[in-house]
């Protein structure tokens, strides 16, 4: 649809009418057909305000290109603290009610092979019509691309949030979404109930506006996790929007227009603003802990491509400096998906410091809930705030103080300060009991009293803290504590590996005129049992309770998430299997003495799983479907032309 290849662009604008502040917001039009960006939205602000507002929508008229909606947003000059903001928003129409003009044939050609670019169909999440954002999402964004607390720091900033999608979930409907998820590694599938967005947010003075400061952000919104990719675009991107506005965005739109999808494995080109962003899309089939440095290809691109090593990879030795020490305990910590809140004195560090604590579990998919960015204004405040229930498994950052206080019964509490680069290692956080959180001035430390199940790897740590003192650069700093945290993740789940493959039925159980045999139940007093002789400690020299720590995480979210992943790759291997039994067998032979019931009934089998296999898209070779289909007509002939012709019609 060529209504389906428009993107939506906000730009707000704040105003000071007597006590009150009006905010103007203008939709724009643009092309983006099939890009990797759900949104790019932009938002100005006021210095020394805190985000605190309540929302009163006004409606205003549209035009052919430009859709012009009014929000009043009334911010108290008493709010000195955004602690006690009351926020709420009835924000209604935000999108335009007419359609806009359609696109030529060719776009629409272009727009139909194309619309799932980056795995999420996002043209269908973009416009208004087929796929919308909720007002629930709308506010929420606009809340999370601004700083929850006030900051005086000028100059410009990035970080990124993860938004629960509201309003149930909504699927796309096209082949090459599964398509990518199949092929990409589990941590950088697309998100199908939430949404990514990377933040680029600038404040500078200027004498030209009337309270003295340029407040803005550009924010850009995806399902997926590429935050070095989408974070070094918005870096091309923001600078030059924040001079040019509209007219730069809606180029840069057309340049994403023509990128190639993403397809894991692969290496990509990506023109934008006279630059091109050359990266290479993970795939599953990659060697963990494999550089994907030495498989660029620079094709003699001139200029010379900017090359980014990773598309998600943070600096971890950065992110994780201050907690050194502690790893190994924030390391159990998530793997259990214990509930931990991240304090931090900025959305930056929050974020960085939130996204590092997700990947150390690689390649173990963190299948808990996680907010790099979280505020007062979130609509699940209530519920993670609330005393009544236990918190829930997830991880969240904060920025405001406010958070000290209603989060001060959550079980584990990090309070990091700025992340610094420097030449000694810097003061390292200690471990304190929550009984020792105070409400304003708390300081950096780990508020818990989990004991660990396994003891510290002292060897790492005075391996990095040799690095720091011969000035190792950080990249080969974060490498060394990236693979040690890969090893120990792959030394815990190989057991689990070993043993659930133990559980698949033999091939040759597997017989064509019979349903498949069904995978043997996990049984957690077998799997321990095989500990003793095939845990661990063959390939992890870390000491301490391992049964603990095992019998810890079958309790635990992503115990759940992975047994669920694996059992459904085994029940799609074993219909996999049956199809290719079924095509080596002998049908003829098999309906010799077979009623017309019975060859019917087969029939409708074998439809029901061809049908199942490319919508699931078994692991079994196009040539295996082609016979299957090619048995059913077989079979379909030898019966009479009544029951021909109804197996035909259906």
């Known amino acids: 649809m060529a209504q389906s290849a428009f993107t939506w662009i906000f730009s707000w604008m704040l105003q000071k009418s007597q006590r009150s502040l009006y905010l103007r ?187 003295g400061y340029f407040q803005k952000s550009l924010v850009l919104v995806s399902r997926l996790p590429y935050v070095n990719l989408f974070q070094s675009l918005l870096q091309l991107i923001a600078p030059e929007y924040f001079d040019k506005l509209e007219p730069c ?71 994780f400096q201050p907690v050194l020490i502690h790893v190994q305990m924030l390391w159990e910590l998530m793997l259990l998906g214990e509930p931990i809140v991240v304090m931090a004195p900025s959305p930056t560090v929050s974020s960085e410091m939130v996204l590092a604590l997700t990947s150390c579990l690689a390649p173990l998919r963190y299948c808990c809930d996680y907010r790099p960015y979280f505020t007062i204004h979130d609509s699940e405040f209530k519920e993670y705030t609330t005393r009544t229930q236990a918190p829930p498994n997830i991880v969240v950052g904060v920025t405001n103080p406010f958070f000290i206080k209603t989060l001060q019964h959550w079980p584990h509490i990090l309070r990091v300060g700025e992340l610094k680069m420097s030449g000694d290692l810097p003061k390292q956080v200690k471990v304190k009991k929550l009984t020792k959180l105070k409400t304003l001035d708390t300081k950096p430390g780990i508020y818990t009293s989990y004991k660990t199940f396994l003891h510290k790897d002292k060897t790492l740590i005075k391996r990095l803290l040799k690095g720091i003192q011969r000035k190792r650069p950080s990249e080969v700093q974060s490498a060394l504590l990236r693979r040690h945290l890969l090893e120990l993740t792959q030394s815990f789940i190989i057991p689990l590996e070993h043993y659930i493959a133990s559980l698949m039925p033999l091939q040759r159980a597997i017989t064509p005129w019979k349903n498949p045999p069904q995978i043997r139940p996990f049984r957690q007093d077998d799997f321990m049992k095989t500990l003793e002789h095939a845990g661990p400690q063959l390939t992890c020299v870390l000491k301490g309770d391992w049964l603990g720590l095992y019998r810890r995480f079958f309790r635990s979210p992503n115990f759940d998430g992975w047994y669920r992943q694996r059992h459904k790759e085994m029940t799609q291997k074993l219909e996999a299997l049956h199809l290719e039994a079924i095509c080596e067998a002998n049908i003829v032979a098999w309906m010799k003495d077979k009623s017309e019931v019975e060859i019917v009934d087969l029939v409708l089998k074998l439809r029901e799983k061809l049908v199942r296999a490319r919508c699931q898209h078994l692991p079994v070779k196009e040539e295996t479907l082609q016979r299957v289909g090619l048995y059913i007509e077989t079979i379909i002939d030898s019966l009479p032309e009544d029951l021909q012709a109804v197996l035909h019609h259906h």
Not at 130 to 158: A, H, M, V
Not at 258 to 267: C, I, K, N, R, S
Request: aromatic share 10%.
């Open 249 to 319: 965005l809606e180029a840069v739109c057309n340049e994403i227009d023509q990128w190639p999808p993403p397809v894991p494995g692969q290496t990509l080109n990506l023109p934008v603003m006279g630059v091109v962003i050359q990266v290479r899309i993970p795939s599953r089939v990659d060697k963990p802990g494999s550089s994907p440095v030495k498989q660029f290809n620079q094709e003699n691109l001139l200029p010379a491509p900017l090359v980014l090593p990773s598309i998600h990879e943070l600096d971890l030795f950065r992110c």
């Open 25 to 211: 917001c203008w939709m724009i039009s643009g092309v983006l057909r099939g890009s990797a960006v759900t949104g790019m939205l932009t938002k100005h602000a006021l210095p020394g305000l805190p985000l605190s507002m309540h929302c009163k929508p006004r409606l205003s008229d549209s035009s052919s290109q430009i859709s012009e909606a009014q929000t009043e947003l009334c911010i108290p000059s008493s709010f000195s603290c955004p602690s006690f903001a009351i926020c709420s928003c009835c924000e209604q129409h935000l999108w335009p009610a007419r359609r806009p003009e359609p696109l030529n044939k060719c776009s629409d050609r272009c727009c139909a092979l194309r619309q799932a670019w980056w795995a999420l169909g996002v043209s269908r999440l973009v416009y208004p019509y087929d796929f919308r954002l909720t007002e629930k999402e709308k506010t929420s964004i606009c809340y999370l691309s601004f700083p929850d607390s006030y900051s005086g720091g000028l100059g410009d900033t990035q970080f990124s949030f993860r938004l629960r999608q509201s309003g149930g979930q909504r699927t796309t409907h096209y082949e090459d979404d599964g398509k990518y998820n199949r092929e990409a590694p589990l941590t950088l599938q697309r998100e199908s109930a939430h949404y990514f967005g990377y933040v680029y947010f600038r404040q500078v003075k200027d004498s030209s506006m009337k309270r």
